[in-house]
């Protein structure tokens, strides 16, 4: 693994032959550290990005645009990175892979022939995700995760960690996210998106993207006096529709029952001990909220340390990442162990109102 200093922390690009659908494939994926791993290594939190979003989850781009999730993770922040070793990925086939910043491998990146992968690029999956993050915790020299963490699709990510291995992330925060893609992602709009990418292209797949993460509301509060295309068009620059697609396939096979049954996953995460943490936002257009209550419900009846929280947010959907404060209390107590394991649902309206958020 490559490293390298700056001002903002290590950057590192992780290197590896892997198997893809079956596939061996020379990877490269690159990240971003913030903090420093104790002497014992055990205080290491994976941030996971979201669909459009990139390993810089903190500080700030080489332009100065903060991270996605600047306000949560920092000196004294709910992810204090005076306390804890912070770790960022960027996922396979990351949609900002013309950002010059941004190493990744998928369709648009160059193929061993130097010819770009294109349609050859194999059909991975959250396996193989989840294989290429144990392969990044091998080579941090890390038994395990503090905690696993991230908003939709990284809040997929965290998820799957807690399916696959409890025992390596013991904490799991994943917000606005659901234990199954649902009928609006598999039946609207990864179809919707399938249609609209021919003809509409690029800036048509960020405008579809762009409505459902952020609803009417969201939409009319950002550009009631800004310009929607040049918002698309200044996007366009660094994103891919390849790329696009490629994670919107992806995203629509998530089910943790492909993994286990939920009655061996409960059973599963209580002999663990895992302390999880799930945070929707009601108006959500991808992920409605009550999918995720439910799972929570269920989960706390079979005896899972499940706490789950619901906020409203004009932002929709991208209030994950655009209006962090009503969680950032709940998700510093997850990182150090006084998160109310047993909080009951009907009580969750101020939940996120915890001391030192």
């Known amino acids: 693994m490559r490293q390298g200093e700056d001002r903002e922390g290590a950057a590192f690009t992780l290197e590896v032959d892997a198997a893809l659908g079956g596939v061996r494939v020379p990877v490269r994926l690159g990240g971003r550290t913030w903090g420093q791993p104790t002497e014992a290594r055990d205080n290491a939190v994976l941030v996971c990005h979201y669909y459009t979003g990139t390993a810089q989850a903190a500080g700030e781009a080489a332009d100065g645009t903060p991270g996605w999730w600047a306000p949560l993770i920092g000196p004294g922040r709910a992810v204090d990175t005076d306390r ?38 194999p059909a991975w999956d959250f396996a193989d995700l989840h294989a290429l993050q144990l392969e990044l915790l091998r080579q941090l020299r890390l038994e395990r995760w503090h905690a696993v963490i991230g908003p939709s699709f990284g809040g997929m990510q965290a998820l799957q960690w807690a399916a696959r291995t409890p025992d390596l992330a013991p904490r799991v925060a994943a917000v606005a996210t659901s234990p199954c893609a649902g009928p609006v992602l598999r039946g609207a709009f990864g179809p919707l998106l399938r249609d609209v990418a021919p003809t509409g292209g690029l800036e048509g797949a960020l405008r579809l993207i762009s409505f459902f993460g952020m609803g009417s509301d969201g939409l009319e509060e950002t550009f009631r006096e800004a310009d929607f295309g040049e918002y698309l068009r200044s996007r366009s620059g660094t994103a891919s529709l390849a790329h696009i697609l490629d994670i919107a396939r992806v995203v629509q096979t998530h089910d943790l029952h492909d993994v286990a049954p939920r009655p061996e996953l409960f059973a599963r995460w209580r002999d663990a001990g895992l302390r999880l943490l799930t945070v929707n936002l009601r108006g959500d257009q991808f992920f409605p909220a009550h999918e995720m209550r439910a799972f929570a419900e269920a989960g706390r009846a079979a005896g899972v340390a499940h706490t789950h929280f619901e906020y409203d947010s004009a932002w929709g959907h991208l209030g994950c990442v655009q209006e962090t404060a009503p969680f950032a209390g709940l998700l510093r107590c997850l990182l150090d162990d006084t998160l109310p394991a047993a909080l009951p649902l009907p009580d969750l309206a101020g939940a996120g109102e915890v001391p030192h958020a």
């Open 84 to 121: 804890y070793f912070v770790v960022a990925l960027n996922t396979l086939s990351n949609v900002q892979v013309h950002d010059p910043a941004v190493v990744t491998t998928g369709p648009d990146t160059p193929h061993p022939d130097g010819q770009p992968w294109g349609s050859r690029f």
